[in-house]
């Protein structure tokens, strides 16, 4: 069975019996409303759906990818004036001018994208807002769509054809999703909101995974804002270009559960059914509601009605590309060394902060078959020098070569596809992912998913893991973690492992099972193992060579039985030559 | 003679701005959390400021304290339950007290449409003006913006020159430095954020005597004052007065050479122009 599963046997889709069922009755649910309903359910109905469309395309970009966007209503602005132009101004049908609105919504998202997505968390948050009510305002000055006096459709009101067309966008939104819940590509998204610089680490283009899940977020507003368009007879900028339209978004994921499948749907569903019986009432309360919902959500369940669903074991998320029990997993082939050069060169490097030089022209190499340990007091340089090797840190001169080219200019994702592996100093681990999802994504990268899966599968095994597989890591002790980091690095298959500090805080039976693990890297085909460690004790007998540095500077580069005899190394270690 | 005007009117309006800037830029130094209500305290206490004077016509400048101190005390209620207990998410807490806070907004926009209806309204008091050598300034906006501004240097020393306000800025430079110094980091937590939006309600009273506002007023006065903080550094508490009484200056620039919605659009503007061209310095400010 396993034996199958490795070789990459067909995923099964509909393992619960009850989903098929569940699908056609919603399809038929759906099909009956405009059939034999009256025209305020297909109004209502056509509600839904906008907002279900709505919120899956949030949930991608804010759920999945982490970035919470509270401007997607710009999107749904511009999609809504695009039908608005070309059906005044052109004779083009209704129907193309919504898919029109859709292409110049993801021609924007692909223009801003670059820009936005350079942002993090809260800036990116206020960065999206401020641009929604730039793009409101110059609309209100754009005389060519009516300016701040909006614009009057030719109306041509046919809420049928609008139905259907929001029900293919929602489901549009829901495949989508479900693409980004099952899928590598997904899977790389989750590791960029749980940890971008670590995702940055394992080979993952992060610029192009939050570009793409942004482009794709940016199209279901586009699309439901034409849709909308073709509902009403005027638009004007207020009411495109709403701040509450992505009030309505957040509320309905957060409270359905941000970052499933499930939630944007059951959000949607339950309270804009709550919304209309609510509004009976109260008419003018409705943001009044859903910022209290958004608020008591937050504290109460953040996970929405799905974590609630969870506890009882429905709705469980699924990990990626897991099958339902482990593969046997294939070691990766034996490679024939590339070239005998030295595996990292670095030349001349130092790297400045204002008027601080935490690096100051360092030169060494690690050569193949070689450990070397980079040793130094607290602040010595040590993990500046390792973020500068592996990316994160853009030095200030000097140049990093890897297997014989230079690296400098790449970027950390691309390095690490090259085959530099790296750890950090606190475990930094995918937390709401499981063990699986966590070694997978690394082993990703350059490989085809049966490939990638059987890869994944051998590390899981090889590590230790292959009891705890499906666990989520956030449920690790803290040596698992540990461990688990070392997983990810092995997935890379690297030729290079990068361990920064790894020993730090450990007990002596810890630091005894780390070592072993490194001892067996080279069994796995790393080439060449560089370590930055505190604990001399712990590493002399490890490293073949040992690299000492002090206030930035190389004062020793020499076999550990002669660095540790050096009199200048002891100075530095110790600060006095007594001790 | 048009080049003095504008600067004078760009000085006062930015002295109004500095107090808005620093009542957030306290929250989020000691907190770590950009409150999106922000603006929707400063709309409540400015509607609440023309609503008080149309009735009985007091002076606003007597409603400053005391919606500082009604404000204050909703902070006191507000903040132990709607953000501490998020402090336990760690570094997820900064999402999701922004997804708290922009609830709170809808909440508080939804009272202030509820209790003062949705029109601009502004205050007519100090209409006067002086006038010296064709530049004429209004008595209101000196009124506003020097109030503000002293409001704003209080603040300063506060923080600088009492042990309360010491602890205060030690507990947003470091929590864990300022726990071993034996300095309650959860009452710093809930004393900035009432202060915080004490302050924001008092400068609402101010600017509703210079600037017409409304309940949907909100978001761009958080925005505004979002801007000028990370213009100013997060807890550089001179570099956001200046960044303050520049953007009042733009601002007033901005609004006579090219009009109304262009001094609304700046700040946004100003937002993602920056942003994009210094992400290193702002991914750094905000940790």
């Known amino acids: 069975m396993s034996e199958i599963a490795a070789k990459g046997a067909p995923h099964p889709r509909f393992r619960n019996p009850r989903l098929l069922p569940a699908a056609v009755l919603a399809a038929a649910v759906l099909a009956a409303i405009p059939v034999f309903g009256s025209a305020y359910a297909v109004q209502f109905g056509t509600d839904i759906l906008t907002f279900t469309a709505l919120a899956y395309g949030w949930n991608l970009i804010s759920g999945f990818t982490g970035y919470l966007s509270f401007g997607q209503v710009a999107f749904y602005g511009l999609g809504a004036y695009t039908v608005g132009l070309l059906v005044t101004d052109t004779a083009v049908p209704w129907p193309l001018a919504v898919c029109g609105g859709g292409v110049v919504g993801v021609i924007a998202a692909a223009l801003l994208g670059p820009v936005m997505l350079r942002l993090r968390g809260i800036l990116f948050a206020l960065g999206a807002f401020g641009l929604a009510r730039i793009l409101g305002v110059a609309f209100s000055d754009f005389a060519l769509a009516g300016g701040g006096n909006g614009m009057t459709l030719p109306a041509e009101l046919t809420p049928t054809a609008v139905y259907v067309f929001m029900a293919c966008v929602a489901l549009a939104g829901f495949l989508a999703n479900l693409w980004f819940a099952r899928s590598g590509f997904g899977l790389d998204a989750m590791a960029v909101r749980e940890d971008e610089d670590a995702a940055g680490a394992l080979g993952i283009n992060t610029t192009k995974v939050k570009v793409v899940a942004y482009i794709l977020s940016a199209l279901f507003p586009a699309l439901v804002g034409g849709l909308v368009a073709w509902n009403r007879s005027y638009l004007d900028p207020p009411s495109m270009f709403d701040p509450t339209i992505d009030l309505q978004s957040v509320v309905f994921v957060l409270f359905g559960g941000i970052g499933t499948l499930w939630g944007p749907l059951l959000g949607s569903v339950v309270l804009m059914v709550v919304d209309e019986e609510f509004l009976v009432h109260f008419p003018d309360l409705a943001l009044l509601l859903f910022g209290l919902v958004v608020i008591v959500t937050v504290l109460l369940f953040p996970g929405g009605l799905v974590s609630l669903a969870n506890k009882r074991g429905w709705l469980l998320r699924r990990p990626v590309l897991a099958q339902s029990a482990l593969p046997v997993g294939e070691p990766p082939a034996a490679e024939a060394a590339e070239s005998l050069g030295p595996v990292l060169e670095v030349r001349n490097l130092t790297v400045r902060f204002g008027g601080l030089t935490a690096v100051n022209e360092v030169s060494f190499s690690v050569g193949r078959g070689e450990m070397l340990a980079i040793i130094g007091a607290n602040g010595a340089g040590k993990t500046t020098l390792f973020n500068t090797i592996t990316g994160f840190v853009v030095p200030t001169s000097g140049d990093v070569l890897f297997l014989g080219r230079s690296v400098a200019a790449l970027p950390a994702w691309r390095r690490a596809q090259l085959g530099m592996a790296r750890s950090f100093q606190i475990p930094r681990v995918m937390a709401a992912l499981t063990v699986w999802e966590n070694v997978l994504v690394a082993a990703r990268h350059g490989r085809q998913r049966h490939r990638a899966v059987a890869h994944a599968a051998w590390v899981v095994r090889t590590v230790g893991f292959a009891e705890m597989w499906r666990e989520p890591v956030s449920r690790l002790s803290p040596g698992h973690q540990r461990l688990l980091e070392f997983a990810r690095v092995l997935a890379l298959n690297p030729e290079l492992v990068l361990l920064d500090e790894v020993m730090a805080g450990m007990t002596r039976e810890e630091q005894e099972e780390v070592r072993a693990v490194v001892r067996r890297l080279r069994e796995y085909g790393v080439a060449a193992v560089a370590f930055v460690e505190h604990v001399i004790a712990a590493i002399s007998d490890l490293s073949d060579r040992m690299v000492v540095l002090d206030f930035g500077r190389k004062i020793a580069d020499d076999t550990p039985a002669r660095v540790l005899a050096d009199p200048a190394v002891v100075r530095a270690y110790l600060g006095a030559p007594q001790e | ?287």
């Open chain 2, 1 to 287: 003679m048009l080049a003095a005007q504008l600067i004078i009117d760009g000085v006062l309006l930015g002295g109004t701005y500095v107090l808005v800037a620093q009542s957030l830029n306290l929250i989020f130094g000691v907190m770590g959390v950009v409150n999106l209500a922000h603006g929707s305290f400063i709309v409540l206490s400015g509607l609440f400021t023309a609503w008080f004077f149309g009735l009985y016509g007091v002076s606003p400048l007597l409603l400053v304290p005391l919606t500082f101190a009604v404000v204050f005390a909703a902070g006191v209620v507000l903040q132990p339950v709607l953000l501490e207990p998020l402090v336990k998410y760690g570094r997820r807490m900064e999402l999701m007290s922004l997804m708290v806070t922009f609830g709170l907004n809808y909440v508080l926009v939804e009272i202030a449409l509820q209790a003062f209806g949705s029109n601009y309204v502004t205050v007519p008091y100090l209409q006067g003006v002086w006038s010296w050598h064709g530049i004429t300034v209004s008595q209101s906006l000196v009124a506003a913006g020097a109030l503000g501004g002293l409001l704003a240097l209080l603040l300063h020393l506060g923080l600088n020159r009492t042990t309360f306000g010491k602890s205060l800025l030690a507990a947003s430079q470091s929590e864990v430095g300022a726990l071993s110094c034996g300095i309650d980091v959860r009452r710093m937590r809930l004393a900035a954020f009432a202060v915080g939006v004490g302050l924001a309600a008092a400068a609402g009273a101010l600017l509703v005597l210079v600037l017409p506002m409304a309940a949907e007023s909100a978001d761009q006065l958080t925005i505004l004052a979002f801007v000028i903080i990370a213009l100013g550094g997060l807890g550089n508490y001179r570099g956001v007065a200046v960044a303050a009484l520049l953007l009042g200056l733009a601002q007033s620039a901005m609004g006579f050479l090219v009009g109304g919605d262009a001094e609304t659009v700046l700040p946004y503007l100003l937002l993602i122009l920056f942003m994009a061209a210094r992400p290193k310095r702002f991914a750094r400010a905000v940790r």
